[in-house]
């Protein structure tokens, strides 16, 4: 027998995620795949460096937690191909969570309306979710 959770139950380890980073979190896009466990070093070139808003995500609903506010970069700080991302606590190195990354439409962990970077050039998050299992 599988172990389930009520909804309220996800919706709190979801806000709880949220909170564990912390206000001020640090996204950075990177270039090539993933590092395969959270505690390696970083992989691939930075091409973006972000502070999410205070309050990034919205409030659990449903058992999934998307972003909140406007999650965009006026100047991409290196050109290439977005491969993966971290999210860090507001020091910025602290690792708290990583991802795959596709084009809006893609499927990937996170999208972005575009995915080959130019440095400078703008570019905008475009969807991410984080969705509890157990249901």
Same mark, same amino acid.
């Given at each position: 027998?599988? $172990?389930?959770?009520?909804?309220?139950?996800?919706?709190?380890?979801?806000?709880?995620?949220?909170?564990?980073?912390?206000?001020?979190?640090?996204?950075?896009?990177?270039?090539?795949?993933?590092?395969?466990?959270?505690?390696?070093?970083?992989?691939?070139?930075?091409?973006?460096?972000?502070?999410?808003?205070?309050?990034?995500?919205?409030?659990?609903?449903?058992?999934?937690?998307?972003?909140?506010?406007?999650?965009?970069?006026?100047?991409?700080?290196?050109?290439?191909?977005?491969?993966? $991302?971290?999210?860090?606590?507001?020091?910025?190195?602290?690792?708290?969570?990583?991802?795959?990354?596709?084009?809006?439409?893609?499927?990937?962990?996170?999208?972005?309306?575009?995915?080959?970077?130019?440095?400078?050039?703008? $570019?905008?998050?475009?969807? $991410?979710?984080?969705?509890?299992?157990?249901?």
């Amino acid at each position: 027998m599988t $172990f389930k959770l009520a909804v309220a139950v996800r919706n709190a380890l979801l806000d709880a995620i949220e909170t564990s980073i912390g206000t001020d979190a640090v996204l950075k896009i990177r270039s090539g795949a993933a590092p395969t466990n959270i505690t390696d070093s970083d992989s691939g070139t930075v091409l973006a460096t972000l502070t999410l808003p205070a309050d990034w995500l919205a409030d659990a609903s449903g058992g999934s937690k998307a972003l909140a506010g406007t999650w965009q970069d006026l100047s991409a700080d290196a050109a290439g191909t977005a491969g993966h $991302f971290r999210i860090y606590a507001s020091d910025g190195t602290t690792q708290k969570g990583q991802g795959t990354i596709t084009a809006t439409g893609g499927g990937g962990d996170m999208e972005l309306d575009n995915t080959v970077l130019a440095s400078g050039q703008e $570019f905008n998050v475009t969807a $991410f979710t984080l969705t509890a299992g157990n249901a």
